[in-house]
């Protein structure tokens, strides 16, 4: 029986300080939240490329994807990313609150997308 390979494998985005925002973020939120969160991470490292439901790209965001997870209490949680080689970079982290996807959000994950594309 073979082990199946991961196709990507999700990177932590690192600021200058050292700081990773999204592991930041994951270690605040409830234990259940973080395993629904980490399993769709999953689902994606072994089976990129992949589709709506659990992946999309963000539509005006050349390079941007996200990952849908449906976590405890019916919310809905995001996770920004992109793709640098075989390196899934895990930009931002957030619980939706509203049908449309801040354009906060989307704005600093794109400097994250910019900022790893230049010196990453």
């Known amino acids: 029986m073979t082990i199946p390979e991961k196709v990507i494998v999700a990177r932590f985005y690192r600021l200058a300080s050292g700081r990773e925002p999204v592991r930041e973020w994951l270690g605040g939120l409830p234990r259940e939240d973080r395993r629904l969160i980490g399993r769709g991470l999953m689902k ?3 089976g990129w490329p992949c589709g ?3 992946c999309a790209s963000l539509a005006g ?3 941007l994807y996200e990952v849908r997870s449906n976590v405890t209490a019916r ?3 995001r996770v920004f990313f992109t793709v640098s080689g075989r390196n899934m ?3 931002h982290g957030f619980i939706k609150k509203t049908q449309a996807i801040p354009a906060k ?3 600093l994950a794109e400097r994250r997308m910019k900022e790893h594309n230049r010196y990453g």
């Open 89 to 91: 970079v895990l930009l």
């Open 75 to 77: 919310r809905i949680a």
């Open 61 to 63: 965001y050349l390079g």
């Open 105 to 107: 959000e989307l704005k």
């Open 52 to 54: 709506p439901p659990l």
């Open 44 to 46: 994606v490292e072994f």
